[in-house]
């Protein structure tokens, strides 16, 4: 299975936290309220994005954590190559 680059981007972007939803808006002071999520109206953040909202139809939405592994192992991996020959 091939992993593309914009895989790896979001992945690391889960990893990181920087997903943008309104609590990363918030810690950047783009808005001024708390950190609502606009669709269910609980407190949003990146795994609230990913799997903890509430809304009927993102609800039924899968996030298939498998290939968010797989894209994660191959990310290491490639970082671990890429300092080992150096």
């Known amino acids: 299975?091939?992993?593309?680059s914009g895989e790896n981007n979001s992945v690391m972007l889960c990893r990181t936290d920087l997903i943008y939803n309104q609590k990363?808006?918030?810690?950047?002071?783009?808005i001024e309220c708390p950190p609502i999520c606009p669709i269910c109206q609980?407190?949003?953040?990146?795994?609230h994005?990913?799997?903890?909202c509430s809304h009927p139809i993102i609800n039924k939405m899968i996030i298939n954590r498998h290939y968010v592994r797989v894209a994660g192992r191959k990310i290491l991996k490639a970082i671990q190559h890429r300092v080992h020959t150096c």
């Open 1 to 4: 299975m091939q992993v593309t």
């Open 49 to 52: 994005t990913l799997s903890g």
């Open 42 to 47: 609980k407190l949003d953040g990146t795994y």
């Open 24 to 30: 990363r808006a918030a810690q950047c002071n783009h």
